[in-house]
Nanobody, 124 residues
């Protein structure tokens, strides 16, 4: 089992940057694919970015491609989401998630473990 704790959210002006972190418990972190999702009020939870077990393969939603970067440090059991050029439409609660098997996935239903979420608010 994996427990995930996100941090790094906050309030930022449009055009600014934030880096989210997700710390995982357990010694098997490197066997999981990891993903970041977000959920805005009144909307479904949507995929943002995914990364495979080694960090060698990443995948992004079109809406964040070129602005966000996902990475991981298996020695620290942590996955990151660097968010640049933030827009008001990026405002949401951001969740990290873990998927057994080592590969990333873009569907929320592929992920077994979720963090509690961290709020990101981008003002215009």
């Amino acid at each position: 089992q994996v427990q995930l704790v996100e941090s790094g959210g906050g309030l930022v002006q449009a055009g600014g940057s934030l880096r989210l972190s997700c710390a995982a418990s357990g010694r098997t972190f490197s066997t999981y694919g990891m993903g970041w999702f977000r959920q805005a009020p009144g909307k479904e939870r949507e995929f943002v970015a995914g990364i495979n077990w080694s960090g060698g393969i990443t995948y992004y939603a079109d809406s964040v491609k070129g602005r966000f970067t996902i990475s991981r440090d298996n020695a620290k059991s942590t996955v990151y989401l660097q968010m640049n050029s933030l827009k008001p439409e990026d405002t949401a609660v951001y969740y990290c998630a873990a998927k057994p098997g080592g590969h990333y996935g873009s569907s929320r239903w592929e992920y077994n473990y979720w963090g509690q979420g961290t709020q990101v608010t981008v003002s215009s």
